[in-house]
């Protein structure tokens, strides 16, 4: 594999499973069996009874990075916005060029407010794979200032272009996973050294792209249960950043793909399985 900035899979076959953690290894990753969670998110369906104007979304992570570029949100009855349902900060000296955005502000404790929020679509699968509530079942699984926050934060979001908008209705979503794929640890620098170890990482882990080192951007492949096939562009961080751990695993859902998450965020809802006799 090249050792430009940015490499892609243009070849190379898939591993064994063995395989790709003496490499994972060799670069310095710690390797685990698979991982078991409890996954809680707050959702807003501002698909139901959403106009056709829309705002924009920026998914904004804690360190300052941002995972893709801003766009436009879309129409339709199964659109939504997901959050964690736990208080998260951003640090004063990477928040600034984030206020005045719907996503970050200054608490009156002086602390910074950060909602990271993506898009969902709430669909039968959805509907299926979570438990659904609409007020609150367990705060200490949904913490209440998280929920004001998630909602503070849809407010600004849809009165941004809708000075009438009102009536941010929140879903408290629950479910159990379990997890027997692979879990790779470690900073930037080893996962990138990782996945540019061998032509067969990137195919095997179905990841079409790596480019970048402030931050790194990588681009998997995804594909849904109805067979549909498209991409989704995720933040590694900065390459410089020794201090960070990230994980990389499969996320299996209604649409699967490689993902990547702060090691602090996963540990919040999972627990990896020791590695075992993975290398086996």
């Given at each position: 594999m090249?050792?430009c ?9 898939n591993?064994k499973?063995?395989?790709?953690v ?19 998110r707050?959702?807003?369906?501002f ?13 904004i992570?804690?360190?300052?990075s941002?995972?893709?570029?801003p ?9 939504a916005l ?25 608490r ?34 949904f913490?209440p200032?998280?929920?004001?926050e998630?909602?503070e ?14 009536g ?6 629950q ?32 990841i ?23 991409t ?6 900065d ?7 990230y ?34």
């Amino acid at each position: 594999m090249s050792s430009c900035c940015c490499f892609e899979w243009l070849g190379g076959q898939n591993l064994k499973r063995s395989d790709l953690v003496r490499l994972a290894k060799s670069s310095g990753v710690e390797c685990y069996k698979g991982f078991v969670a409890n996954e809680c998110r707050l959702v807003f369906p501002f698909g139901q009874g959403s106009s056709n104007n829309l705002p924009t979304l920026r998914t904004i992570l804690p360190n300052g990075s941002e995972e893709g570029d801003p766009k436009t949100l879309q129409a339709g009855k199964e659109r939504a916005l997901i959050a964690y349902p736990y208080t998260q900060d951003i640090e004063a000296p990477v928040a600034g060029k984030f206020l005045g955005t719907p996503f970050v502000w200054q608490r009156l404790d002086g602390t910074h407010a950060l909602v990271q929020t993506w898009t969902v679509n709430v669909n039968d699968e959805f509907k299926k794979a979570f438990e659904i509530a609409e007020s609150n079942p367990d705060e200490r699984k949904f913490c209440p200032q998280a929920v004001n926050e998630f909602q503070e934060a849809m407010g600004k979001l849809f009165k941004s272009v809708d000075g009438t908008f009102t009536g941010i209705r929140v879903w408290f979503c629950q479910k159990k996973t379990r997890s027997d794929d692979p879990v790779y640890v470690g900073t930037p620098s080893q996962l990138k050294a990782f996945l540019a170890s061998d032509p067969g990482v990137l195919k095997s882990l179905n990841i079409k792209e790596v480019s970048g080192s402030n931050p790194i951007k990588v681009v998997s492949n995804t594909v849904n249960k109805k067979g549909q096939r498209g991409t989704q562009e995720l933040t590694l961080g900065d390459i410089a950043d020794g201090a960070s751990k990230y994980v990389m695993y499969t996320r299996k859902g209604f649409t699967t793909f490689t993902s990547i998450k702060l090691l602090s965020q996963f540990y919040t809802e999972a627990e990896p399985l020791n590695d075992g006799d993975l290398e086996g």
